[in-house]
């Protein structure tokens, strides 16, 4: 693995962090808001939305099954989510703003 962390803390943050069961994140990842927000990963998808695809199938991995691919992809989310979460979110409309939005696409509702 490259991050470095180990499996244990990686998991115990990916719970704490992720808070969106995958069947909503889903149904959150096919609507317009979601693919309104984040920078194109190159193909016309953004790289928080094509995470989202990729945190989906995470979730219905079991633990013992997970690829080191899958690990790596992990300690990324879990850093993005709180990179974007230390940057904190406006002060007003919290529920439909782009930095929502965003974390949504990485498997996090800030308002739950």
């Known amino acids: ?7 244990d803390v990686i998991w115990d943050e990916w719970r704490d962090h992720i808070n ?5 994140l889903e149904d959150w990842l096919a609507t317009d808001d979601s693919k309104s927000v984040g ?16 945190i989906v199938d995470i979730k219905r991995t079991n633990k013992d099954d997970i690829t080191d691919d899958q690990w790596d992809h992990m300690a990324t989310v879990v850093g993005y989510i709180k990179r974007h979460l230390s940057q904190g ?3 007003e409309d919290v529920e439909n703003s782009a930095w929502r939005y965003s974390l949504m696409n990485w498997g996090h509702d800030p308002l739950k």
């Open 20 to 24: 969106m069961a995958p069947k909503e």
């Open 89 to 91: 979110g406006p002060a």
């Open 39 to 54: 920078a194109d990963s190159g193909n016309g998808e953004s790289v928080g939305h094509k995470s989202g695809r990729r």
């Open 1 to 7: 693995m490259s991050s470095g962390k180990d499996r």
